[in-house]
Nanobody, 123 residues
Framework: VQLQASGGGLVQAGGSLRLSCTAS????????MGWFRQAPGKEREIVAT????????YYADSVKSRFTISRDNAKETVYLQMNSLKSEDTAVYYC?????????????????WGQGTLVTVSS
C-alpha cells in the first residue's frame, strides 16, 4: 500500500492542525493505521493508531485528550486532528500501515510508511 501524508505546516502554540494520509494500491480496510513522529535528534515515536474499522484507538500519553485519530475507509484516508498544540509537538509526522492481523498498538507492527509531513509549533 502506498501512503501520502499531507496537512503539516507552521502553527502557533495552542492552535490546531489536521493531518491526512491517503492510501492507494491495496484494500485500505485490510490495514490498521498509525501516525508516528520524529523530532530533531530524537527517535521516531508512536503518536496514535487505529484498527482497520476505527473501532479501537491507541494514543501516546503525551497526546491523549489533545489529538484524535480517525479514518474514512470509503475515502481510504486516515486523519490526525491535533488540538492545543505545544512546541514539543514539533516533528515530522509519518503515517503508516500494518496488516490488520498484527497488533495495532505496537509500533513494530507497522511496515508500510508514507513520506513525512513537517509540523512546526511556534511558542
Amino acid at each position: 500500500v502506498q501512503l501520502q501524508a499531507s496537512g503539516g505546516g507552521l502553527v502557533q502554540a495552542g492552535g490546531s492542525l489536521r493531518l491526512s494520509c491517503t492510501a492507494s494500491g491495496r484494500t485500505f480496510s485490510s490495514y490498521s493505521m498509525g501516525w508516528f513522529r520524529q523530532a530533531p535528534g530524537k527517535e521516531r515515536e508512536i503518536v496514535a493508531t487505529t484498527t482497520w474499522n476505527g473501532g479501537s484507538t491507541y494514543y501516546a500519553d503525551s497526546v491523549k485528550s489533545r489529538f484524535t485519530i480517525s479514518r474514512d475507509n470509503a475515502k481510504e484516508t486516515v486523519y490526525l486532528q491535533m488540538n492545543s498544540l505545544k512546541s514539543e509537538d514539533t516533528a515530522v509526522y509519518y503515517c503508516a500501515a500494518a496488516l490488520r492481523s498484527r497488533v495495532y498498538y505496537l509500533g513494530s507492527s507497522y511496515n508500510n510508511w508514507g513520506q513525512g509531513t513537517l509540523v512546526t509549533v511556534s511558542s
